[in-house]
């Protein structure tokens, strides 16, 4: 398969012209790799911002509905995760508990230990958006096929275990 001539590719040109001496062939995966990254976050946040959620509070509510019932994790749990500060988790939290979807909470009798729980409006609209995410991703990969859309995620899968170590 010919690589099409896109920004990247005129990205490459101009510097193979400008530093020859430079070997600009691993622009053409990251470049694009990058480009595409915002291109999907943009289609997510689509989906959902139609649920009245940001790409974060998604991640929380989808995280905790994912833990099976009761719906509840200790924060530090929860930043862990999501990959988010202990800052950064509390915020999201606080807007989240003020819309009624979560709750924290003392753990099991233990006054020193919190858990954060969905509420029922918290499940319900999580379901709600995780299928309409579920169905957008679907729609985001179909062009590839199932071969190419397989051979893809072995490949980003394999790369991301590097820096992972999963």
């Given at each position: 398969?010919?690589?099409?001539?896109?920004?990247?590719?005129?990205?490459?040109?101009?510097?193979?012209?400008?530093?020859?001496?430079?070997?600009?062939?691993?622009?053409?995966?990251?470049?694009?790799?990058?480009?595409?990254?915002?291109?999907?976050?943009?289609?997510?946040?689509?989906?959902?911002?139609?649920?009245g959620?940001?790409?974060?509070?998604?991640?929380?509510?989808?995280?905790?509905?994912?833990?099976?019932?009761?719906?509840?994790?200790?924060?530090?749990?929860?930043?862990?995760?999501?990959?988010?500060?202990?800052?950064g988790?509390?915020?999201?939290?606080?807007?989240?508990?003020?819309?009624?979807?979560?709750?924290?909470?003392?753990?099991?009798?233990?006054?020193?230990?919190?858990?954060?729980a969905?509420?029922?409006?918290?499940?319900?609209?999580?379901?709600?958006?995780?299928?309409?995410?579920?169905?957008?991703?679907?729609?985001?990969i179909?062009?590839?096929?199932?071969?190419?859309?397989?051979?893809?995620?072995?490949?980003?899968?394999?790369w991301?275990?590097?820096?992972?170590?999963?």
């Amino acid at each position: 398969m010919e690589i099409p001539d896109d920004k990247v590719a005129r990205i490459q040109t101009a510097w193979r012209r400008e530093r020859p001496d430079l070997d600009v062939a691993p622009q053409g995966v990251i470049g694009r790799l990058h480009r595409l990254a915002a291109h999907l976050t943009a289609e997510l946040e689509t989906v959902y911002s139609r649920h009245g959620l940001s790409e974060g509070e998604f991640d929380v509510l989808a995280t905790l509905r994912r833990a099976g019932a009761p719906f509840e994790l200790a924060p530090s749990e929860l930043a862990d995760q999501t990959m988010v500060t202990t800052g950064g988790m509390t915020k999201r939290l606080d807007r989240l508990e003020a819309r009624g979807l979560l709750r924290r909470r003392a753990a099991g009798g233990d006054g020193r230990r919190r858990v954060v729980a969905l509420t029922p409006e918290g499940v319900e609209l999580i379901d709600a958006a995780f299928t309409d995410h579920l169905q957008n991703e679907r729609r985001l990969i179909d062009h590839l096929g199932a071969s190419d859309s397989r051979a893809l995620e072995e490949l980003l899968a394999r790369w991301l275990a590097h820096y992972e170590g999963e």
